[in-house]
């Protein structure tokens, strides 16, 4: 008719996170047409993890676990992420599932015994990290972790001392260049856990062991102090 627009105008385009967003799960659909075996499949869903999109994570995972159900990386590396987002409730059995597939492999331990003792289930969360070590783990983070559930059980202090003398021992290796923060620390917790499994002479040269690094350190003093008046 005389007098309507018949030029319906330029389109205006889609608000830019929805055009990422669904460029994201277009990528992903179309990759997975071409993607063979679960190491190509758990490449697509790191992708996932590393954009940021929940959904695009959990339909990345969700394939690679449909797909290969007994391939331990994909559940372990989706309950790494679960977890991670505080979904602790969905990530340990998939972390227990990862644990059950390679039980040879210390990375399942060491994440289901972490959740563990975020969960504060110490007694399990301790033979969990045992089995890790077992397995062969051997970091200061692991060896950390462990020695503070035991000092928090409080049932097994020779035992967390000797997790801390372990993880100082990482620290020591690792300290060049560094303030000296983490030997200081695992020494530390290595002199109270002494202490605790009533080794009074140990104790006491370990924490000489930090005044040496540090001769002002109060946490160190304060323990000697109360060792001096035992």
Known sequence: MWGMRTDPGPRRAPPVPLVAFGGLLCALWGCQQRASGPEAQLALARAAVAAGDRVAVEAAFGALLREAPRYPGGSLEFGNYLAS?????????????????????????????????????LG???????????????????????????????????????????????????????????????????ARSRVAAADSEGARAVLLEVLTLEPDQPQALAELERLRAK
């Open 85 to 121: 987002i505080d979904e602790s409730a969905q990530a340990e059995p998939l972390l227990r599932h990862a644990c059950a597939l390679a039980p040879e492999d210390p990375a399942g331990w060491i994440a289901l015994g972490g959740l563990l003792a975020r969960k504060g289930v």
């Open 124 to 190: 399990e969360a301790s033979e969990v990290l045992e089995r890790a070590v077992a397995a062969g783990a051997d970091t200061r983070a692991t060896w950390r972790m462990l020695g503070e559930v035991l000092a928090q059980r409080g049932d097994q202090p020779e035992r967390a001392a000797e997790c801390f003398t372990a993880a100082a021992r990482h620290a020591r290796a690792a300290r060049a260049g560094k303030d000296g923060t983490d030997l200081i620390r695992d020494l530390i917790d290595c």
